[in-house]
């Protein structure tokens, strides 16, 4: 009902800067909240960041001031403009939105994207 395509992760070196883009297709009417989580090797998933139709933000106190997440409403598309990168922002990195299909308010994930940081 709704997919999600990530894409820009990779491998930077530590300070370096990455862009992950998500975007959104499918039969739902509209979208609610995009955003980003993140899970490192043996850790629980995480909030990265979030970001709301109205534009209310919620981005987790170790990435503030270093990431930015930034939406295109008409394209369905979210971003995460990532810098000053450190190796504890290795992990893979998951795409979020609570979408309207229906009647139905419901989270969908993407497939992941590996972010990796090198020291």
């Known amino acids: 009902q709704v997919q999600l395509v990530e894409s820009g992760g990779g491998s930077v070196q530590s300070g370096g800067s990455l862009t992950l883009s998500c975007a959104a297709s499918?039969?739902?009417?509209?979208?609610?909240?995009m955003g980003w989580y993140r899970q490192a090797p043996g850790k629980q998933r995480e909030l990265v960041a979030t970001l709301t139709s109205r534009a209310s933000i919620n981005v987790a106190d170790s990435v503030k001031g270093r990431f930015t997440i930034s939406r295109d409403n008409a394209k369905n598309t979210v971003y995460l403009q990532m810098n000053s990168l450190k190796p504890e922002d290795t992990a893979v990195y998951y795409c979020?939105?609570?979408?309207?299909?229906?009647?139905?308010?419901?989270?969908?994930w993407g497939q992941g994207t590996q972010v990796t940081v090198s020291s």
């Open positions: 499918g039969r739902f009417s509209s979208i609610n909240v």
């Open positions: 979020n939105a609570r979408a309207v299909v229906g009647l139905y308010e419901s989270p969908y």
